[in-house]
């Protein structure tokens, strides 16, 4: 049977332009119209996916140009695409990337063939908007952009102003959304709320449906859709990602524990691994079959009282150490393995003990960007000298002095080192970083050095 792998790239010129909201809505809007929608996030975003896999009743993945081999990327979209409606958020604006021509949403669109619908704010401009159009519409002939949602638009006058100025331009204005304060979301310092923290969000994102429903025009979204060429090779590969931690992984899963990668998930699973869950707020502990216990990020931040008094929980980890379980924490996790977390009110609590480096969110400061990351020793990541990418995205500070068993040499997207990071002590290793992919593997294909997957 033929596959098809037909899709769209939702995107913007900047952040706040919408693209999140609109997303949610063209989602639900497919799903009520009978297509099966199969969603996905540019970059290393965690909360917007959650999002996604509701209002899609389908768990979204992660497409990341930079950090991502174009092997995973081909490989997910086989594994998920097939027959389905492929929509895609972009992430910040269009173009934004680690440099002008790496790691942006337009990269991702030269990648797939996939055309870009391009959503405009149009809250504070009216015949500007034609110049905006404009430039980007000819700023990269790699990628096509088939069509305008003008956004946030004040009145039908203010229509009429954005579609005589876009007349010239020869460019289909696929949506024309008024504007409706009552669809903003909150957000703090990581990024919007999660999605299961709102009460009622499959209502909400009916609500973002019904607001956009006579606004949009479904039909020609839907046919501006162009397929993605997948080479032969790789359709019915299962993912080729990081390898499994262990043949049974518990991952803490809770409020202050949620962003794991789905195609981790995907990934372990084909391999064989079980996975199951537990929430450390709830002072649980994993299941004692497990041989692995993962702490991914999360806010740990927000919940300090509850993580200084959740004893069983913090005893399973020594429990775990001593009986040389494998422990791996990212960030959030990474953070709980130390002596303590410092709050924002000041006060120090408590945490696992495990590793000594204390953190403190009593002052926050961003710590932001990509990371290219090379293991310093074998342990259960892999053999020294194996190439990670990943992501660091945190407002907490690690008050440590310098390691001499470091988990990762590391340096930023641009190739500039950086400090170690992180520690590997026996069985347990952790660090700030979010893994994404493998950068050098013996699985490499001419595919993992391809800029589009038609050759």
């Not at 033929?2 to 995107?11: M, N």
């Amino acid at each position: 049977m033929k596959r098809d792998y037909s899709g769209i790239i939702l995107a913007a010129p900047s952040s706040g332009s919408g693209k999140t909201t609109i997303t949610l809505g063209l989602l639900r809007l497919l799903l009520q119209a009978g297509q099966q929608p199969q969603a996905y996030k540019v970059g290393p975003d965690y909360i917007d996916t959650h999002y996604h896999s509701l209002a899609s009743k389908s768990e979204c993945h992660n497409l990341d140009p930079w950090a991502m081999r174009p092997l995973l990327i081909a490989q997910i979209i086989a594994h998920l695409g097939a027959n389905k409606f492929n929509l895609v958020e972009g992430m910040m604006g269009l173009f934004d990337g680690v440099t002008p021509d790496s790691g942006s949403t337009a990269d991702l669109a030269r990648l797939t063939g996939w055309p870009v619908i391009l959503i405009i704010d149009a809250s504070k401009q009216s015949h500007s908007v034609g110049a905006l159009v404009k430039g980007f519409l000819s700023y990269r002939k790699d990628v096509e952009i088939a069509g305008i949602i003008l956004n946030k638009v004040g009145s039908s006058k203010h229509a009429e102003m954005l579609k005589q100025v876009l007349k010239p331009l020869n460019i289909a204005v696929l949506g024309i959304i008024p504007r409706n304060p009552d669809l903003e979301r909150p957000s703090r310092h990581l990024g919007l709320h999660q999605a299961h923290e709102h009460k009622n969000i499959d209502v909400f994102i009916d609500k973002v449906a019904e607001h956009l429903k006579p606004h949009l025009n479904l039909s020609l979204i839907q046919n501006h859709a162009q397929a993605c060429s997948l080479p032969q090779q790789i359709v019915g590969d299962e993912l080729k990602t990081i390898a499994p931690l262990g043949k049974h992984i518990a991952i803490a899963k809770d409020d202050a524990f949620s962003f794991v990668y789905a195609h981790f998930i995907s990934s372990w699973n084909k391999n064989g691994s079980e996975i199951s869950y537990f929430s450390p707020l709830s002072d649980e502990t994993p299941d004692s079959s497990c041989d692995t216990v993962f702490l991914p990020g999360g806010y740990p931040e927000l919940h300090l009282p509850a993580l200084e008094t959740a004893q069983n929980f913090k005893q399973s980890l020594t429990d775990a150490a001593q009986h040389n379980k494998t422990i791996y924490a990212e960030c959030g996790g990474h953070m709980v393995l130390g002596q303590s977390i410092t709050g924002k009110d000041q006060k120090e609590y408590p945490m696992a003990g495990l590793l000594p480096h204390r953190t403190s969110f009593s002052k926050p400061k961003m710590t932001l960007g990509y990371r290219k990351l090379e293991l310093t020793q074998d342990n259960l990541l892999g053999t020294t000298g194996t190439i990670y990418n990943g992501h660091e995205f945190h407002y907490s500070q690690e008050l440590a002095e310098p390691d001499d068993m470091p988990l990762f040499k590391m340096a930023n997207a641009t190739g500039v080192t950086l400090p170690n990071t992180g520690y590997h002590r026996g069985n347990i290793c952790s660090s700030f970083i979010h893994l994404i992919d493998i950068a050098k593997t013996q699985l490499t294909t001419d595919l993992d050095q391809s800029e589009h997957f038609v050759f």
